[in-house]
T-cell receptor, first 113, second 115 residues
């Protein structure tokens, strides 16, 4: 069964700092990859996704993620975080042949102004 | 377009009782899935409904059951509630529910507390 690991459970940064949140998955075949975000008081929503093509994908609000197949990773990055990026971030993976995403346990990001 | 709406937002039950949670999918979406999110954890897949039939199920016992209606709305029913059922229950709708391009639109969730 697919498993998804998000090693950073809590991250605290100051505004303008760079961000990288790790996501690793276990299945070695074809995958579709997602990052979802939940801002305080709001629904979970899609931040970005990778299905195929350029392994560097760009999402909303200046976020990007890089798919590295050899490392089974899909890390989320942002060069300069803002206070408004404070949220819970979830990585999710759909393995080849499936249509059901497996979620990581999430990373709570707090950005101090 | 309307998003995914869930009701009730909060409820408290006692062990052994039964609960029904409701979900209206986003306009145009034909697939509904349900997730359980325990505190400090990511969403755990319960099951998915497509064209009114269950077409995928996670590692949850049969006392978790569901329905999808012709208008694509859905219910999650949990019988014989246990303390460990206390969690946030998320409903998500999607248009490509039976493909790997399954991008989910989530509701705000129903917070269930079992005493």
């Amino acid at each position: 069964a697919q498993s998804v690991s998000q090693h950073n459970h809590h991250v605290i940064l100051s505004e303008a700092a760079s961000l990288e949140l790790g996501c690793n998955y276990s299945y070695g075949g074809t995958v579709n990859l997602f990052w979802y975000v939940q801002y305080p008081g709001q629904h979970l929503q899609l931040l970005l996704k990778y299905f195929s093509g350029d392994p560097l994908v760009k999402g909303i609000k200046g976020f990007e993620a890089e798919f590295i197949k050899s490392k089974f990773s899909f890390n989320l990055r942002k060069p300069s975080v803002q206070w408004s990026d404070t949220a819970e971030y979830f990585c999710a993976v759909i393995s080849g042949g499936s249509y059901i995403p497996t979620f990581g346990r999430g990373t709570s990001l707090i950005v101090h102004p | 377009e309307t998003g995914v709406t869930q009701s009730p937002t909060h409820l408290i039950k006692t062990r052994g009782q039964q609960v029904t949670l409701r979900c209206s999918s986003q306009s145009g979406h034909n697939t509904v899935s349900w997730y359980q999110q325990a505190l400090g954890q990511g969403p755990q897949f319960i099951f998915q409904y497509y064209r009114e039939e269950e077409n995928g199920r996670g590692n949850f016992p049969p006392r978790f059951s569901g329905l999808q209606f012709p208008n694509y709305s859905s219910e999650l029913n949990v019988n014989a509630l246990e303390l460990d059922d206390s969690a946030l229950y998320l409903c998500a709708s999607s248009l490509e529910g039976v493909s790997g391009a399954n991008v989910l639109t989530f509701g705000a969730g129903s917070r269930l507390t079992v005493l």
